[in-house]
């Protein structure tokens, strides 16, 4: 990926939030890997992986999360075919 968009990698504390910016046009050649259409789900997701990074499992409620993992399949799916897209372009 980083070579299709000529981008250095992230490095600071906040890589995983620039990597997805990065993968979503903010980049030197403002090209896109992803559509618009995920990029809140996988904000969603990326707030899900610090939550459960820094949380202790009696934390956890299934109502907050239910959604994200009943989607999972769907936005596996989309992210392939996009990243697929990107790969075959490039």
Not at 3 to 21: F, Q, R, S
Not at 62 to 69: E, F, P, S, T
Request: charged content about 30%.
């Amino acid at each position: 990926m980083r070579k299709g968009i000529n981008e250095k990698l992230p490095n600071d504390y906040m890589w995983h939030k620039t990597l997805l910016d990065i993968a979503f046009g903010q980049n030197a050649r403002d090209f896109k890997i992803f559509r618009d259409d995920i990029r809140d789900l996988l904000g969603d997701y990326l707030s899900f992986r610090h939550f459960i990074r820094h949380s202790y499992s009696y934390q956890l409620k299934w109502n907050r999360m239910c959604q994200l993992v009943e989607n999972l399949e769907n936005t596996w799916s989309t992210l392939k075919s996009d990243f697929e897209l990107f790969v075959n372009a490039n």
